[in-house]
T-cell receptor
Framework: GENVEQHPSTLSVQEGDSAVIKCTYSDSASNYFPWYKQELGKRPQLIIDIRSNVGEKKDQRIAVTLNKTAKHFSLHITETQPEDSAVYFCAATLPGYSSASKIIFGSGTRLSIRP | DVKVTQSSRYLVKRTGEKVFLECVQDMDHENMFWYRQDPGLGLRLIYFSYDVKMKEKGDIPEGYSVSREKKERFSLILESASTNQTSMYLC????????????FGSGTRLTVV
């Protein structure tokens, strides 16, 4: 089945600098790659996603890139701010039965922004 | 705004008890999921359902079962709770997962003593 690996497990950056989180997936059939942010004590929330027919997507200070050949995708956060501190999960969707697809998550990256 | 509601925020149960975790969504989503979240292990899929009365095993179904009698409700059942099932349990739903991702509930932190 699908396996998603995420690195690094922890990341500390100076406020205002950029942060990059990288993921790899194993199944070339995966076609949808969402990123979730989980603040302390809260539920994971979708922050950005990318589909396999697109190489890059941006939304203000965050961007995702996808390299289908290498089966890599990355989250880039620019001009980091204290509110970016959270655990970030990458994920990949393996097509499933009927209209369902089950999302397989990476193990998470704890991002800390230093003032 | 889609709401996924989990009935309990915190639960403490004894070893061997039968435990029910309830999840309700209000947006007519087809798909519902149960994950457990443990430090360093991320989110691991226990069971999912893509239709009423349908269920599929995820990656770690052992010791769990599920029930989906109505479209809006997906229940996770621990048949005989054990201490290694102490965890944060997250329910999620989606209309079409490959299109719009998940909406998560707030989670239930279960402690088995």
């Amino acid at each position: 089945g699908e396996n998603v690996e995420q690195h690094p497990s922890t990341l500390s950056v100076q406020e205002g600098d950029s942060a990059v989180i990288k993921c790899t997936y194993s199944d070339s059939a995966s076609n949808y790659f969402p990123w979730y942010k989980q603040e302390l004590g809260k539920r994971p929330q979708l922050i950005i996603d990318i589909r396999s027919n697109v190489g890059e997507k941006k939304d203000q200070r965050i961007a995702v890139t996808l390299n289908k050949t290498a089966k890599h995708f990355s989250l880039h956060i620019t001009e980091t701010q204290p509110e970016d501190s959270a655990v970030y999960f990458c994920a990949a969707t393996l097509p499933g039965y009927s209209s369902a697809s089950k999302i397989i998550f990476g193990s998470g990256t704890r991002l800390s922004i230093r003032p | 705004d889609v709401k996924v509601t989990q009935s309990s925020r915190y639960l403490v149960k004894r070893t061997g008890e039968k435990v029910f975790l309830e999840c309700v969504q209000d947006m007519d989503h087809e798909n519902m999921f149960w994950y457990r979240q443990d430090p360093g292990l991320g989110l691991r899929l226990i069971y999912f359902s893509y239709d009423v009365k349908m269920k599929e095993k995820g990656d770690i179904p052992e010791g769990y079962s599920v029930s989906r009698e109505k479209k809006e409700r997906f229940s996770l059942i621990l048949e005989s709770a054990s201490t290694n099932q102490t965890s944060m349990y997250l329910c999620a739903s989606s209309f079409r997962t490959g299109v719009d991702g998940y909406t998560f509930g707030s989670g239930t932190r279960l402690t088995v003593v």
